[in-house]
């Protein structure tokens, strides 16, 4: 159980346009999901907190115009990176924390590559 | 804020034991994960402290001192398989327990 989904797992995109991520939840209901990126070799970072049915909280430095994440429901949370530019180009994580389970661990997702050219 | 501290790299031999120190500083504490990662992969959970006292789970255990403020992650019978990225990651209390990473500790493991 508490399995946590990402899609696309890699994508190349050009500079100037906008790229999507979905994070889903597959069995459980997650009241909170989290949004990290990775640079090679270094620790995650997180970048913003996302609560179903409310605004994402974004951590210090992040631009929330630039992404855009979106809570729709309890199963599913987007990020989406507008825009982006080769310094966009990370390893993006999301994590899920169940609804209801009484313990902050967190159920991560298998990650997403995005390449910017 | 929170500052955790741990080494960056460290190497072992197969079989041996290794352990894995966490310092942190935090303004509330609602636990201590460990987690390991393999290069180009998400992070896997390993272990949750919010208790003082030893965690043992097969080869791998996991400490936690709340009033130090440190925890280790020990691996005992090391396999080639445990060369990876291990990160520790404190849960601060109150609103949604936002976690903060450390930078991760390299292991190597070597015949």
């Known amino acids: 159980g508490a399995v946590v989904s990402q899609h696309p797992s890699w994508v190349i995109c050009k500079s100037g346009t906008s790229v999507k991520i979905e994070c889903r939840s597959l069995d459980f209901q997650a009241t909170t999901m989290f949004w990290y990126r990775q640079f090679p070799k270094q620790s995650l970072m997180l970048m913003a907190t996302?609560?179903?049915?409310?605004?994402?909280?974004?951590e210090q430095g992040v631009e929330k115009d630039k992404f855009l994440i979106n809570h729709a429901s309890l199963t599913l949370s987007t990020l989406t990176v507008t825009s982006a530019h080769p310094e966009d180009s990370s390893f993006y994580i999301c994590?899920?924390?169940?609804?209801?389970?009484?313990?902050?661990?967190?159920?991560f997702g298998p990650g997403t590559r995005l390449t910017v050219t | 804020g929170q500052n955790i501290d741990q080494p960056t790299e460290m190497t072992a031999t197969e079989g041996a034991i290794v352990q894995i120190n966490c310092t942190y500083q935090?303004?509330?504490?609602?636990?201590l994960f460990w987690y390991q990662q393999h290069a180009g992969e998400a992070p896997t959970f390993l272990s949750y402290?919010?208790?003082?006292g030893l965690e043992e789970k097969g080869r791998f255990s996991s400490f936690l001192s709340r009033s130090k403020g440190y925890s280790y992650l020990l691996l005992k019978e090391l396999q080639m398989k445990d060369s990876a990225s291990y990160l520790c990651a404190v849960v601060a209390s109150g609103g949604s327990y936002i976690p903060t990473f450390g930078r991760g500790t390299s292991l190597i493991v070597h015949p």
């Open positions: 996302s609560n179903e049915g409310s605004k994402a909280t974004y």
């Open positions: 402290n919010v208790l003082d």
């Open positions: 994590s899920a924390r169940a609804k209801l389970s009484g313990s902050p661990r967190e159920y």
């Open positions: 935090t303004s509330g504490f609602n636990g």
